[in-house]
């Protein structure tokens, strides 16, 4: 997440692919709702082709988008979003809520960014993180979008505390999908694409049984890691 114009984000195709995933983003919608709940200003921290900024913004919520890659920031003011290249453009203390879906794990220094959403949010205000879990995970579909890395939780508990956080809740996501992952892996698709019958599919006969499953699971086991913090 870098300071400039010319930066152009490598996985915008599969972005494209996962917006079909109905249950998938509804889920995620359902989560970040939960946490901004009240919020009167909420920033979406890597806010991609507008996913979740969008739908929030028509709810009616003050959303500022923040999206260094040129052509998805053009696409979100287009679409009424405001949104501006960099985090360092919000004022320190100003929003009531970040939530940043998928993005941490491109950041090179992790932790620095984490210091930086500190600072720009209000005392008590909430911060919701989510992003993919597990190195062991880590496949050509990673590289190719530009993933530094998978998390586990212990560890992004200890990075967002070392930024000043309290941590709310910690917890992993999607249970079927860290087998679905080690099969995508195992397969050796080089390319890193995402076939788009074959996320239809689990998005539509498994994700749901996977979310049943988590209620057991999600302590120890998930395709995805999602955490609430509070300043």
Aim: with cysteine; charged share 25%.
């Amino acid at each position: 997440m870098k300071k400039t114009d010319e930066f152009s984000y490598s996985g915008t195709e599969n972005l494209e692919v996962m917006a079909e995933a109905e249950n998938y983003n509804a889920y995620l919608a359902y989560l970040v709702k939960k946490q901004i709940a009240g919020a009167a200003r909420v920033v979406d921290f890597g806010a991609g082709i507008g996913t979740f900024a969008q739908p929030f913004r028509a709810a009616g919520l003050d959303i500022l988008g923040v999206e260094p890659d040129s052509g998805q920031r053009q696409r979100l003011l287009e679409k009424g979003i405001p949104c501006v290249s960099d985090i360092s453009e919000v004022e320190d203390g100003w929003a009531d809520a970040i939530y940043t879906v998928n993005v941490l794990e491109h950041i090179e220094d992790d932790r620095a960014i984490l210091r930086t959403l500190h600072a720009k949010l209000k005392p008590g205000g909430k911060l919701f993180i989510y992003v993919p879990a597990f190195q062991l995970l880590y496949s050509a579909m990673d590289k190719k979008v530009g993933h530094c890395r998978r998390y586990g939780r212990a560890e992004l508990t200890d990075k967002v505390k070392e930024a000043g956080f309290r941590i709310v809740d910690s917890r992993y996501a999607d249970s079927l999908g860290f087998l679905a992952s080690l099969v995508y892996k195992w397969q050796g698709n080089d390319s890193g694409d995402i076939n788009r019958s074959a996320l239809k599919a689990y998005d539509r006969f498994v994700f749901p049984l996977s979310r049943t499953i988590d209620v057991l699971a999600s302590s120890f086991v998930g395709k995805n890691l999602s955490l609430v913090a509070e300043k």
